[in-house]
C-alpha cells in the first residue's frame, strides 16, 4: 500500500509516535485541557477543526488573568506535552504575556489576557459551522 493512500494518511494523522509514546489528537486535547485546568485557566473553549482546517483537530482558547499567569501556563503547558508525549510545541508571544499561541500540530491553544481575547474575538471567526464547546 501507498503511503498517499486515504488510509494511511488517515493512520498519520489520529496516531502519532514521537520518542516512543504513541498518541492521538483527542489524548493530547485531554492532556492539554488538564494542564490549562490544573493552572486555573478561565473560560476555556475548544473547537473542533477536524473538516474545516487542515492546520490542526482542535482549537483551545482559554484565559489567565495577567501577564504573569498566561507566560506561565503556556510554560508549563508545552512542557508537560513534551514530557508526557515528546512533542515540541511551536510558542509565540509568550515574553510578552498577553496572547500565547502554542501549536502542538494538532491541537492549537491561545491563552490570552481577558481584555486581549474580547478584543480579537477569536472563537467568534470559529463558531459559525463549527463545533464549539465550553470545558
Known amino acids: 500500500m501507498s503511503l498517499s493512500t486515504p488510509a494511511a494518511h488517515t493512520a498519520t494523522r489520529e496516531d502519532r ?12 486535547l485531554d492532556a492539554i485541557l488538564t494542564s490549562l485546568d490544573d493552572d486555573k485557566a478561565e473560560e ?27 507566560s506561565a501556563m503556556a510554560e508549563k503547558l508545552v512542557a508537560r506535552m513534551k514530557e508526557k508525549f515528546g512533542v515540541l510545541s511551536k510558542v509565540e508571544g509568550k515574553d510578552v504575556g498577553d496572547w500565547v499561541l502554542i501549536d502542538t500540530g494538532d491541537v492549537i491553544v491561545h491563552i490570552f489576557r481577558p481584555e ?18 465550553a470545558v
Open 17 to 28: 509516535t514521537v520518542t516512543g509514546a504513541t498518541y492521538n489528537a483527542d489524548q493530547l
Open 44 to 70: 476555556v473553549v475548544k473547537i473542533n477543526l477536524r473538516g474545516k482546517s487542515e492546520m490542526g483537530d482542535w482549537m483551545v482558547i482559554a484565559n489567565g488573568r495577567s501577564t504573569r499567569q498566561v
Open 116 to 133: 486581549v481575547r474580547e478584543f480579537y474575538q477569536l472563537e467568534k471567526m470559529w463558531m459559525p459551522g463549527a463545533d464549539t464547546a
